[in-house]
């Protein structure tokens, strides 16, 4: 193995939104592999958000939880005065580092998150999320999804608002020409990037796209992955972060 570029010959398709793909395609060449961009899911703002209302929530909740970093960047392009609208005695919380991250580019200082995993299981551990009996808890979300954080916040007495600000959409063109070449690795960051990639692959390609190793930022992921026909049993990220699937990546290579 060349030590300096240990993925090179090594084609990996990156199927994170458009606008996230670069860093981790650029990541991935440094270290000699051939990075394939290939979007499964388009970020579109939600047009039936309410920014009166939104603001006014803001100005009033006690806790504001971002569930990803799509919900960061979405609300600072609707709002983008967020920080002046929040009261300063709002505690924000994200659901993993790299939505912390985010929140820390928009200017956001004070951000709480689990150390470790991020999904919504390790947030409803924060010790701030545990006495929360008549506070105003607002979750900054995409449309859809689970439940889970909504239900166990309001089961521990707090009153809980969804701002679903943004949808994930399948995108509407999909260059398939990557597709056809060698690919050794496919990245996937959600379960339903994983649906859309099958979605958008012509029905030729199936069957070798389905033998191709996968790497995925969390368990649910490898379920829907192996659901879905892959063949070889998926690697786990510890999370969806880049550079957690950066380390993946590189166990991948160690083993093979």
């Known amino acids: 193995m060349n030590q300096s570029l240990p993925l090179l010959d090594t084609s990996i398709v990156v199927t994170r939104p458009a606008q996230q793909n670069s860093m981790m395609c650029q990541q991935l060449e440094k270290l000699g592999a051939t990075a394939i961009a290939f979007p499964c899911i388009e970020?579109?703002?939600?047009p039936s958000v309410n920014k009166s209302e939104l603001k006014q929530q803001l100005s009033r909740c006690q806790i504001t939880i971002f569930i990803s970093s799509n919900a960061v960047n979405q609300m600072f392009l609707l709002l983008p005065d967020f920080n002046e609208l929040v009261d300063n005695d709002c505690q924000i919380c994200a659901v993993g580092?790299?939505?912390?991250?985010?929140?820390?580019?928009?200017?956001v200082k004070h951000v709480l998150s689990p150390e470790h995993n991020a999904d919504s299981e390790a947030l409803l551990t924060l010790q701030a999320l545990q006495q929360i009996d008549k506070k105003l808890i607002l979750i900054i979300k995409g449309m859809g999804g689970r439940e889970l954080l909504y239900e166990s916040l309001s089961s521990r007495g707090a009153t809980v608002h969804n701002a679903e600000?943004?949808?994930?959409?399948?995108?509407?063109?999909?260059?398939?020409?990557?597709?056809?070449?060698?690919?050794?690795?496919?990245?996937?960051?959600?379960?339903?990037?994983?649906?859309n990639f099958l979605t958008?692959?012509?029905?030729?390609?199936?069957?070798?796209?389905l033998s191709c190793q996968?790497?995925?930022g969390h368990p649910r992921i490898a379920e829907k992955v192996t659901t879905l026909g892959f063949k070889k049993l998926p690697i786990i990220a510890a999370t969806p972060s880049d550079v957690d699937m950066l380390d993946a990546v590189r166990q991948w290579v160690n083993r093979s």
């Open 165 to 195: 600000i943004y949808q994930r959409c399948l995108p509407k063109l999909a260059d398939i020409t990557p597709l056809t070449n060698k690919i050794d690795l496919i990245l996937f960051t959600s379960s339903e990037t994983v649906n």
């Open 43 to 46: 970020i579109q703002a939600n």
């Open 200 to 209: 958008l692959s012509p029905d030729s390609l199936q069957q070798s796209l």
């Open 97 to 107: 580092s790299a939505t912390a991250d985010t929140l820390h580019q928009h200017g």
């Open 214 to 216: 996968t790497v995925v």
